[in-house]
């Protein structure tokens, strides 16, 4: 099983960025995902997550608003678009696989390696 | 949402040692709610180790043990090997998912 992330690069404030992760080794469509990013040195933080259908998606109250999870089944795929960067976003943002069907519940058994976003003008 | 405590921040220890790392939650873990707890080193991704309070994740050693409940968790390294010095996090799921501030596990 492997998650391998894309995307990531340095971007200024207000503008867009698009991270991505693909997926292999599993029946992606069987299995919620999740992004969680973390700032050098410091703690995990999750973002956001998308149930296994894209019925249900959830996110942090940092990120709402600005952040869109979604999936594509046809290319065992994971999205962020990520709108109106803040410097507070800089962090390697990884995404991961829950162990459940539903984003409410499971833990994250599988990660990628990440993807590091630079906010700065 | 739940906010999770680990303690301490460091564990100074030597291979060999027991190591006992906490996690407190400012409300009862119930419900569908779960603690899992993931081990991560440097330049690496976390990786999981314990689910369901307890339940040790595939291939993991039985050194490792996840115990607790309500407000208050632990995990315990009975024999520190020396690829077990790392960074350790606790999680909350089933709800809101919140991580810890985690515990450094470090050779003293």
């Known amino acids: 099983m492997q998650l391998v992330e894309s995307g990531g690069k340095l971007e200024q404030p207000g503008r867009s960025l698009r991270l991505s992760c693909v997926a292999s080794?599993?029946?992606?469509?069987?299995?919620?995902m999740h992004w969680v990013r973390q700032v050098p040195g410091k703690g995990l933080e999750w973002v956001s997550g998308?149930?296994?259908?894209?019925?249900?998606?959830g996110y942090a109250d940092s990120v709402k608003g600005r952040f869109t999870i979604s999936r594509d089944s046809a290319k065992n795929s994971l999205h962020l678009q990520m709108n109106s960067l803040r410097a507070e976003d800089t962090a390697l943002y990884f995404c991961?696989?829950?162990?459940?069907?539903?984003?409410?519940?499971?833990?994250?058994?599988?990660w990628g390696q990440g993807t590091v976003v630079t906010v700065s003008s | 949402e739940i906010v999770l405590t680990q303690s301490p921040g460091t564990l100074s220890l030597s291979p060999g040692d027991r190591a006992t790392l906490s996690c407190r939650a400012s409300q009862t873990v119930s419900g569908r709610g779960s603690i899992a707890w993931y081990q991560q080193k440097p330049g690496q991704a976390p990786r999981l180790l314990i689910s369901g309070t307890s339940s040790r994740a595939t291939g993991i050693p039985d050194r490792f043990r996840g115990s607790g409940s309500g407000t208050d968790f632990t995990l315990i390294i009975t024999s520190l090997e020396p690829e077990d010095f790392a960074v350790y996090h606790c999680q909350h799921y089933g709800g809101l998912v919140t991580f810890g501030g985690g515990t450094k596990v470090e050779i003293k």
């Open positions: 080794g599993f029946t992606f469509d069987d299995y919620a």
């Open positions: 991961a696989k829950s162990g459940h069907y539903d984003f409410w519940s499971g833990s994250f058994d599988v």
């Open positions: 998308i149930s296994w259908n894209s019925g249900s998606t």
